[in-house]
């Protein structure tokens, strides 16, 4: 089962772009007790969590991007968001949606962003 992830594109720097990623019929419905979150791997680097939106509560960013992205989801539309604003170079990176049900995991297919300086 692979989530669809949409939103990426090229931006110049100080730019916004909004993420989506679509959890597939497969799954049935999306809880709240279900982890949904994004990852992001630039060229050369390993994976790294950017946001999350846990069942344990408030949602948790990388220092990176704080105060700059804000994840959402919508569970009836089976649908988790990331909202990018004032992007930078050091953005640009594959972005990766997941979907965590105890100790299941789900991905996305990567959806690319490019932010030019």
């Known amino acids: 089962v692979q989530l669809q992830a949409s939103g990426g594109g090229l931006v110049q720097a100080g730019g916004s772009l909004r993420l989506s990623c679509k959890v597939p019929?497969?799954?049935?419905?999306?809880?709240?007790?279900?982890?949904m979150g994004w990852y992001r791997q630039a060229p050369g680097k390993q994976r790294d969590l950017v946001a999350l939106?846990?069942?344990?509560?408030?949602?948790n960013y990388a220092d990176s991007v704080k105060g700059r992205f804000t994840i959402s989801r919508d569970n009836n539309k089976k649908t988790v968001f990331l909202q990018m604003n004032s992007l930078n170079p050091s953005d640009t990176a594959v972005y990766y949606c997941y979907l965590k049900r105890g100790l299941t995991e789900y991905w996305g297919q990567g959806t690319q962003v490019t932010v030019s300086s």
């Open positions: 019929g497969t799954i049935l419905s999306v809880f709240w007790g279900d982890d």
């Open positions: 939106s846990a069942s344990s509560g408030s949602p």
